[in-house]
């Protein structure tokens, strides 16, 4: 059970939730590129468990380079970095493992495996698996940035709380990198506060919440991308599809286009300083599979975590009747937060792989 994304830069993550270890293994990276492991180290503590409003389960997170690299470069040879697993308690899964936790993918993976996958935790399909998936994003993140693409994130709603709005023609960078600098990542404080007390109110309710997360990649030039099942979009919504508990994607004005005119929606195009620009951005920087030039702009949703501590209706998937299930253990009461950078890591590699595919790499 291993999971693959890429055609030139391919991505493979490996390793279950309670196992010895997880890692990742990256074929692919352009060889000479720097890796700096403090920034990538600041870059994992940002998706981390252990602190406010996430699992109690507290790990280090922190890679161990097994190959491709080199004196702190890449080598041109598969990179592969482990995170040792040492906080794991796979006995506190034991009750469940004829009774499926609802939507957890329990049953359709012991459907799949003939009952013989690692349960504990959510086994390779844990929210766990985002680790890796972050030491990828994060060199990735290093490489594109020498380019001058830069990728941001932060919680746009939380719980039916929203953030404040960022300028989807003139993003603020600089607010952006800022939300990677706080604790709880969104651009407006107030509102992050308002979120905090609703993620307080539904775990003293035993109880989650769910939101969005906006990204915003800028720096990128036109003409990158492919038509139909190449498009950017599809690829990012590919590798964002890997986060377990993404729900849906959207790009620009996403969903609420359907509810637009063509003359609302249509961003006209002008020259500014000799370049072609558009004067809105509905489009969200991608049109026909391809990068406008304007930034590339997305919301994905997340679904509240579904390990909560309210009694559950199931099934004993052994002798075929119905069940009750409560779940304990240390689960996040909404993984919207530690989400953020996850969406960000997805975007890295998937952007850095069209990259190399339909031009090379500019230094």
């Given amino acids: 059970m291993s999971s693959e994304i890429g055609k030139i830069l391919k991505i493979n993550i490996f390793g279950e939730s309670h196992g010895k270890a997880i890692?990742?293994?990256?074929n692919g990276l352009p060889a000479g590129e720097t890796i700096d492991e403090d920034e990538l180290h600041r870059f994992m503590a940002r998706r981390a468990g252990g602190k406010t409003f996430s699992t109690p389960r507290k790990e280090e997170d922190k890679p161990v380079f097994l190959s491709g690299v080199l004196n702190g470069k890449t080598t041109g040879a598969p990179l592969c970095a482990i995170i040792e697993n040492k906080n794991f308690r796979p006995g506190?899964?034991?009750e469940f493992s004829a009774t499926p936790r609802p939507s957890h993918a329990d049953y359709p993976a012991f459907v799949k495996y003939n009952g013989f996958n690692d349960q504990s935790g959510g086994g390779h399909f844990s929210g766990r698996l985002t680790a890796p998936l972050c030491i990828a994003g994060g060199i990735c993140m290093q490489i594109l940035e020498r380019r001058g693409i830069k990728i941001g994130a932060h919680i746009s709603v939380l719980?039916?709380?929203?953030?404040?709005?960022?300028?989807?023609?003139?993003?603020?960078?600089?607010m952006l990198d800022a939300v990677k600098a706080k604790a709880f990542p969104v651009i407006d404080d107030m509102a992050g506060e308002e979120m905090q007390k609703k993620i307080l109110d539904a775990m003293s309710n035993n109880d989650s919440v769910g939101g969005t997360v906006e990204c915003v990649v800028t720096g990128i030039k036109a003409g990158i991308g492919?038509?139909?099942f190449g498009s950017v979009e599809s690829r990012l919504s590919a590798a964002i599809f890997g986060i377990g508990a993404v729900r849906?994607?959207?790009f620009g004005a996403g969903f609420t286009a359907a509810y637009m005119k063509g003359s609302e929606h249509n961003d006209p195009y002008y020259i500014d300083n000799g370049e072609i620009k558009t004067r809105t951005n509905y489009h969200g920087g991608v049109i026909g599979g391809i990068t406008s030039g304007m930034p590339i702009i997305f919301q994905t949703a997340f679904k509240p975590t579904p390990s909560i501590g309210i009694e559950q209706d199931t099934v004993d998937m052994i002798n075929k009747t119905d069940a009750k299930i409560t779940i304990g253990g240390r689960h996040d009461p909404c993984i919207v937060p530690r989400a953020v950078p996850c969406v960000e890591a997805a975007t890295a590699v998937t952007l850095l792989d069209i990259l190399l595919e339909n031009d090379g790499l500019e230094k």
């Fill in 23 to 26: 890692g990742v293994v990256i």
């Fill in 92 to 94: 506190d899964y034991k």
């Fill in 159 to 174: 719980a039916n709380v929203g953030d404040a709005d960022i300028d989807p023609c003139n993003p603020d960078q600089t």
């Fill in 248 to 250: 849906g994607i959207d």
């Fill in 226 to 228: 492919a038509p139909m």
